[in-house]
């Protein structure tokens, strides 16, 4: 197989990329996308990169929603090689799989003591030199009415009016961006809403509410302003529409070679962004051909549970994370040394 890594570089990473080599150090914010058991396919170069960007320490932004601000939290552990292994673990859990109605709210819950225990949520409240932000969608209070409000928003959204900067007087959907510290300007000016800074005890609830998928677990309530319910970041966020930058260059590892603004922006490929055209941008995603040989020939999602059952399912997401492996290996051969071998499959 050729490559199995589709690399799209902006221009400004790339010429320089191109001029100096590839070096960590020249970036500063890492992003993280929505996507559920879709992260599998990453976890090899999650594998590399979460160690390589702890070797080449900086202060860095890291923004993730749903699944990615779980992936993302592992990176910034003293160990981020046994968080992944431990979110792997869950995710195949096959005890998990046997239950017929699993409580997904529950697990969850368990899932944050599990992955990252009190020494990992303290690594997260501390928020220095590495802070994470997790995205949070805020509706109003009550969830008697939040399927009405939630097709509102996606009929607001497909109307071409989508808009996570500022809460509707009907609760619609609302960006919060939970972290250690206050918002710094550059990340509020490209992905502006409201913002909450964690205390330290409340790291569990807004890892719980980013990851809220809405039928799937309990909207979180008691984290957010005026009591409105927390749900996932995706429905705000799913791959960011717009990439935030602070003073060098962002890397994005990413189950696709496009973005897809939000949630309720899937139906729509026009509004897909073209991550060449970002060009403080750095995105990894795996190969169509890579994708085309995984166990099903293709990336995990939430529709597998219903095709795959118990002990099959776990096998199966298993050994979709074992072949990601390969994407690793790639991206540690194409950056070895000064990335010389990336600087020539950029310039071909």
Same mark, same amino acid.
């Given at each position: 197989?050729?490559?199995?890594?589709?690399?799209?570089?902006?221009?400004?990473?790339?010429?320089?990329?191109?001029?100096?080599?590839?070096?960590?150090?020249?970036?500063?914010?890492?992003?993280?996308?929505?996507?559920?058991? $879709?992260? =599998?396919?990453?976890?090899?170069?999650?594998?590399?990169?979460?160690?390589?960007?702890?070797?080449?320490?900086?202060?860095?932004?890291?923004?993730?929603?749903?699944?990615?601000?779980?992936?993302?939290?592992?990176?910034?552990?003293?160990?981020?090689?046994?968080? =992944?292994?431990?979110?792997?673990?869950?995710?195949?859990?096959?005890?998990?799989?046997?239950?017929?109605?699993?409580?997904?709210?529950?697990?969850?819950?368990?899932?944050?003591?599990?992955?990252?225990?009190?020494?990992?949520?303290?690594?997260?409240?501390?928020?220095?030199?590495?802070?994470?932000?997790?995205?949070?969608?805020?509706?109003?209070?009550?969830?008697?009415?939040?399927?009405?409000?939630?097709?509102?928003?996606?009929?607001?959204?497909?109307?071409?009016?989508?808009?996570?900067?500022?809460?509707?007087?009907?609760?619609?959907?609302?960006?919060?961006?939970?972290? !250690?510290?206050?918002?710094?300007?550059?990340?509020?000016?490209?992905?502006?809403?409201?913002?909450?800074?964690?205390?330290?005890?409340?790291?569990?609830?807004? =890892?719980?509410?980013?990851?809220?998928?809405?039928?799937?677990?309990?909207?979180?309530?008691?984290?957010?302003?005026?009591?409105?319910?927390?749900?996932?970041?995706?429905?705000?966020?799913?791959?960011?529409?717009?990439?935030?930058?602070?003073?060098?260059?962002?890397?994005?590892?990413?189950?696709?070679?496009?973005?897809?603004?939000?949630?309720?922006? $899937?139906?729509?490929?026009?509004?897909?962004?073209?991550?060449?055209?970002?060009?403080?941008?750095?995105?990894?995603? !795996?190969?169509?051909?890579?994708?085309?040989?995984?166990?099903?020939?293709?990336? !995990?999602?939430? $529709?597998?549970?219903?095709?795959?059952?118990?002990?099959?399912?776990?096998?199966?997401?298993?050994?979709?994370?074992?072949?990601?492996?390969?994407?690793?290996?790639?991206?540690?051969?194409?950056?070895?040394?000064?990335?010389?071998? =990336?600087?020539?499959?950029?310039?071909?």
């Amino acid at each position: 197989m050729s490559n199995p890594l589709i690399i799209h570089a902006g221009r400004a990473v790339r010429e320089r990329i191109l001029r100096d080599g590839f070096r960590y150090d020249d970036f500063d914010v890492v992003l993280g996308a929505a996507g559920g058991p $879709k992260w =599998l396919v990453l976890y090899g170069l999650d594998a590399v990169l979460a160690p390589a960007l702890g070797a080449a320490p900086r202060p860095r932004t890291f923004v993730g929603a749903s699944v990615g601000a779980w992936r993302l939290a592992a990176y910034l552990q003293a160990d981020p090689q046994g968080a =992944l292994d431990r979110l792997l673990a869950r995710y195949r859990d096959p005890a998990f799989f046997a239950e017929k109605r699993p409580d997904m709210t529950k697990r969850f819950e368990a899932d944050v003591s599990a992955v990252l225990g009190q020494a990992g949520l303290d690594a997260l409240a501390e928020g220095a030199p590495n802070a994470l932000y997790a995205v949070v969608t805020a509706f109003g209070a009550g969830r008697r009415n939040l399927p009405w409000r939630l097709a509102l928003t996606a009929l607001r959204n497909a109307l071409g009016s989508r808009s996570f900067a500022q809460a509707s007087a009907l609760g619609l959907g609302q960006r919060v961006l939970a972290g !250690p510290a206050p918002v710094p300007p550059w990340l509020r000016a490209a992905l502006p809403g409201a913002e909450l800074i964690l205390r330290p005890e409340q790291w569990p609830a807004a =890892l719980l509410a980013t990851a809220a998928v809405p039928g799937l677990i309990r909207p979180v309530e008691g984290l957010l302003a005026g009591n409105a319910l927390g749900l996932d970041g995706g429905i705000a966020d799913y791959h960011f529409g717009a990439i935030p930058r602070d003073k060098g260059f962002t890397l994005y590892p990413h189950f696709y070679p496009h973005l897809v603004p939000g949630w309720f922006d $899937k139906p729509f490929a026009r509004r897909r962004l073209d991550p060449r055209s970002v060009e403080h941008l750095l995105l990894l995603a !795996p190969s169509p051909a890579f994708v085309a040989g995984l166990p099903g020939g293709k990336i !995990p999602d939430r $529709k597998d549970p219903q095709t795959l059952g118990g002990a099959a399912l776990g096998a199966r997401w298993g050994q979709v994370a074992e072949a990601s492996r390969a994407l690793g290996d790639a991206w540690a051969a194409l950056t070895e040394g000064e990335g010389q071998g =990336l600087a020539r499959a950029l310039a071909s």
